[in-house]
């Protein structure tokens, strides 16, 4: 079997686990003890006007004939109606999306850009002071309570030091004097396509801490899969005969090492996307970014399943498609996985 | 350096269980600890009295501390073996039996996977209702697929090893060849992982309780605590900070502890990541 088969034939095992991902969403959302149709018409609401709601969220049919409409409206990407916003959940999530996207974005760059540096130079000097030091960094990289640490950054950069804001994606006076339209909703972008360098620089200036505190994870995986990684290839003949040909350390190790060993650790960068994903759930909360983990603490609390069940698809989606181009990378990189 | 980081993370891991055993004899508060409030003393900075301050209802920190590595280690503990318990023998079996059994089992595991852990653990636990024991459930629903797919990949190598098929040639039953003959040789990477695992867990139902899903107040539990402190923290940085210096620590070393582990036994093992 060829690339381009073994592509394909991952591809509909993914749309497969999508299916089942969706329908075990839909089963434990459907146990949900209290009662959507009260909640969607509020506190006073007469019992007939509870029936009718019941009717319009199709809430008196069988679970399978439920799970068939639910399917034919996803395919139609019509997650339903969110229960406290009253809006389409798919349009809030797109909107909660691209916020979460750029924060993730500039998380793992900054992951990427510390973790595998601090990862050759860790293996170059395995086992002196600096491997062990790097170790103790990468280790507690994946230990910190992400909410904790961000409340940690915010105690220090804004309480005490006074130069990062608090919370928000941007300055609402800012947002108010310099107003920028959101064509991508990336603000990074649409502040600089504005030209409105004063909006944009704000945006950096409240990125800057939820970036960090969501870059401590894949940070320490980075540095040790690249570590790793890199302790392998440096015992390999062809470095002992550069050395031998007195090439500058720094392109020995930056150069022809690391050149073999950033290949399996892209694997790990990709998943790394993945579990940031995720993490940047709690990031938000604590940061009061508007993007998808918020949208869903606030849909759990008050019980909003629709929203719920939205924003765990589309996040599952997005893992499934991750780990789909994970296994694409793995394949092509590495000869050993029979297609 | 290697063996002095395992010895000095093994001594964290053994003071907190120490510290959770005793605790009922050497907290300072024991009645503040377990939810008591004392309204005359609130938010009091950290004093001799009071070496971590006192949090929004006026309880002891530091007490509260040492009886929230009791729910910590209870929590990581359960989820950690529970879902063992679970995983380790459908893996086996799904390793041994081969063909459609195994296709069966590792699809399902599949599906399973497929979800980021902590959002299937959110969406399970918020439909359970809040409290530990269903923070625990949805954690260990979450959890055992890994334990089955590790142990699966062990059962797979292990079966065609000579040992195995002379016990069944001898015509050992398959129930004792895989649970004598093939569960041993399982034993070491299940270790290392079970030692990551345990901070990984203490981490995910530390999220839990911390958006409200896991345990509830006025019980002392290091995630709560932080969570608590969110409101108070800007003023009173000691609320939230000290518990979480704890849960770092005792994450730290059971992370360290694995990673160590992990070189002895078997470098090429995959690490699983959290969250």
Redesign the interface.
Known sequence: MNFLRYTVSRLFWSIFVILGVVFVVFLVSNVIPSDPAALWVGPKATHSAIQAAREKLKLDRPILVRFGHFLKDLLRFDLGTSIRTHRPVIEDIRKALTATFELLLVAECIAIGLGIPLGVLAAVKRNRWFDNLSRIFAVAGVSLPSFWYGMILQLLFFKWLGVLPLSDRIDTFVSLIYPFEEKTGFYLIDTLLARNYVAFFDVIKHLILPAITLAAYPVGLITRQVRSMMVEVLQENYIRTAFAYAIPERKIYFGYALKNAIAPAMVTVALSFAYTLVGAFLVELIFNWPGLGRYAANAILSMDYPAVVGVTIVASVCYVFINFVVDLIQAKIDPRIRF | ??NR?ARLSLTIVSTFVLLALIAPWIVPYRDQALGEPNVAERLLPPSLKHPFGTDHMGRDILSRMIYGARTSLFTAVSVVFLSALIGVPIGIAAGYAGGFLDNVLMRFT???L???????A???A??L?KGLFNAILALVITWWPWYARLVRSQALSIKSLAYVEAARAAGVSHFVIMFKHILPGCVAPLAVQCTMDM?SAI?EA??LS????GVQPPAPDW?LM??E??AY??NY?WV??F??VF??LL??AF??LG?VFRELVD?RLR?R???
């Open positions: 350096m290697k980081l599949d599906v399973f497929s979800f980021p852990p902590l959002l299937l959110l969406l399970i918020s439909t209702g901070g981490l530390a999220a911390f958006l409200g899903l995630g932080i969570s402190g969110k923290f800007l940085w939230p900070t518990p979480g849960m770092l994450v730290m992370n360290l990673d470098p690490r990541m959290l969250i």
